[in-house]
């Protein structure tokens, strides 16, 4: 200190940066002390002693510390000038997904008062890793927020949902206080912690509970632990909450046999809510005594209470269930029935049981009632028609009379699968008759470049769309944006382009360099309004099947300039292994011949240090 004193003025105050220098273990020991307990400074700075002492805390931003040296640093929380830089520390801990340190017994009274102010989120995450007593604590704090979420007008403290989610990681160490608490005053939100901590004893009991509101949480806890599926993991509001109670209840295999039991005696119960989950898990398990539930589910009165139903459900349908549903559809006298069972199917998780009745939605497509209609066209947008036949019902439906089945049937053809050039031919028909609802028209329009990408007998009409410019700007930009074709259709793509010359479909585009800055620019704003054709081939044809393609035509086209040859490489991801060594011998003739220009250098790279190491033994 006396030497930084005397060192060409007063230096003291670079005394942080000069002991940062040591990055060692005992560096970032003597960086805390140092912020524990600092030198006297001189007296032209005493007034900044508390900065003085941040800024040894600073240089432990970018730093790995052992618990014992994090626990030294919240030790600092007590000194009120020091908190904020020692809560940026732990917010940097806790975004690199280190682990906290328990922090001192005396500073919980303190943290616990922050779980609801500024700093909120690392004030919870440090109580959360204090143990037992800074979880009761944390405990407490969300206990308060329970107490008046029923308020008519409610200001939400903030953090709570990192206060519940701290106590739902830690539940178990706190079981018993959690189940005192339940056992007071039970609420849903205390059942999702007890299924957490691996009390599921206590959601069975709470499936039989006169409050609606446990029945319901208790069948969807249940419901997602014995079927755990993506959209019920995700109603949790975070998957890995979902994920963990799922693991909490595979801990308790004896509870099983009872669990299916309780399920099935909650398919009698009033609420929809709890109907439907319970319906879910016993249709993923397989047990068929769902069945006429789900049947009768479909004659409900109340067409609200069927609508309530179908709230998050994606049942797991077999064969011979799904058969039931169809057949309903089909000879239901009730025209809401037939439509109810049709969405129903059209909501199931995708399975081998598609195949089995989508003739029968085929032939609703036709049915005399417009909801009917509504409903099938609407399950084959949702699920891709695979069928030649079904895609021709579809697009005779677009002439339907009712607006909303034309929408549908259009929204559809734009995922079918089956196309065939005589289809393609009657939706260009279709296209030119237009329709008096706009969002139809739209429909089709996007269903076009959709059917050239299916069907291997319309290269010809794709190649008018990307090479030709025919059509808009759009069809080309979906083409770009969209999925990649049938490898039949990108087969056939490159056959056609084999024979066309390189400028037609793979022009170089302009530069960098004086007076080429303006049409490089007016060049990438027109690539992105209307998409180039190589830029709709890369997307088209799997780049498995393109990058052999692009390589071997750069070797093989002698009337291209070195230059479009050595870019034209240089746009494949991948240089097949069988190739490289024709492209290193054009690269060395470019080199060589002083063409190329800055292409060469790029294609050189893709050799790394190995290349180097060629090039200089062979030039």
């Known amino acids: 200190m006396e030497r930084l004193r005397r060192h060409q003025g007063n230096y003291a105050w670079r005394l942080p940066d000069i002991l940062a220098l040591d990055t060692t273990e005992t560096g970032t020991d003597r960086l805390i002390a140092w912020a524990q307990s600092p030198p006297p400074l001189p007296p032209s700075l005493a007034a900044y002693r508390q900065r003085w002492r941040e800024a040894f805390l600073a240089k432990l931003d970018g730093r790995r510390l052992t618990l014992e040296q994090k626990r030294r640093v919240v030790a600092l929380l007590s000194d009120p000038g020091l908190r904020d830089a020692v809560f940026r520390l732990v917010r940097t801990w806790r975004h690199r997904g280190e682990p906290l340190p328990p922090p001192p017994p005396e500073s919980l009274p303190l943290l616990e008062e922050w779980a609801v102010r500024e700093h909120c989120e690392e004030a919870v995450r440090l109580l959360a890793a204090a143990g037992p007593e800074g979880l009761t604590r944390l405990f407490r704090v969300a206990m308060e927020d329970l107490r008046d979420r029923d308020a008519p007008i409610r200001e939400p403290r903030p953090c709570e949902w990192d206060r519940w989610s701290a106590l739902f990681a830690h539940a178990e160490a706190i079981a018993d206080r959690i189940g005192a608490a339940y056992r007071e005053g039970p609420t849903p939100r205390l059942l999702r912690l007890l299924a957490r901590a691996g009390r599921w004893e206590v959601v069975l009991e709470a499936l039989s509970s006169p409050e609606a509101a446990l029945r319901r949480e208790a069948a969807f806890l249940l419901a997602l632990a014995v079927a755990p599926e993506e959209d019920a993991l995700a109603r949790t509001g975070d998957a890995g909450q979902g994920q963990a109670l799922v693991a909490s209840w595979q801990k308790r ?230 999925p990649q074709a049938d490898a039949a259709v990108a087969w056939e793509l490159l056959k056609r382009l084999e024979a066309r010359p390189l400028k037609d479909w793979a022009p170089v585009p302009p530069g960098f360099g004086p007076g080429l800055l303006q049409r490089m620019v007016e060049f990438f704003v027109r690539a992105e309004e209307d998409p180039p054709p190589l830029g709709i081939i890369g997307r088209l044809v799997p780049r498995e099947m393109l990058d052999p393609f692009l390589v071997r035509r750069a070797l093989e086209d002698p009337e291209a300039s070195l230059g479009h040859r050595l870019w034209l490489i240089q746009q494949a991801l991948e240089i097949p292994e069988d190739l490289q060594e024709d492209v290193w011998r054009l690269l060395m003739r470019a080199l060589r011949a002083g063409e190329g220009g800055p292409m060469t250098l790029a294609l050189l790279g893709r050799w790394g240090f190995d290349g180097l190491r060629r090039l200089v033994e062979e030039l």
């Open 253 to 482: 295999p004896e509870l099983h046999p009872r669990a299916r039991e309780a399920l099935r005696q909650a398919l009698r119960d009033e609420d929809p809510n709890v109907q439907r989950e319970a319906l879910r898990a016993l249709l993923f398990l397989g047990d068929e005594t769902a069945w006429p539930v789900l049947l009768a589910a479909l004659r409900v009165e109340n067409e609200n209470r069927f609508q309530t139903f179908l709230s998050g459900f994606r049942p797991a349908l077999s064969a011979s269930l799904a058969r039931a549903l169809a057949e309903v559809a089909r000879g239901d006298p009730s025209e809401a029935v037939r439509r109810r069972a049709v969405v129903l199917l059209g909501r199931a998780e995708p399975g081998p049981w598609q195949a089995a009745v989508e003739p029968v939605l085929q032939q609703l497509l036709r049915d005399p009632d417009q909801e009917v209609r509504r409903a099938a066209a609407e399950y084959f947008a949702a699920v891709p028609a695979r069928e030649v036949a079904i895609t021709a019902v579809l697009l005779e439906a677009t002439r339907d009379a009712h607006m909303y089945v034309r929408h549908a049937a259009a929204i559809a053809l734009g995922l079918a699968r089956g196309w065939t050039p005589e289809l393609v031919n009657r939706l260009e028909v279709r296209l030119r008759e237009g329709d008096p609802d706009a969002n139809v028209v739209r429909a089709l329009e996007d269903a076009y470049p959709h059917a050239l990408r299916r069907a291997p007998g319309a290269v010809d009409r794709l190649l008018a769309i990307v090479l030709e410019r025919k059509g808009p700007a759009r069809w080309r930009k979906a083409l770009a944006e969209g």
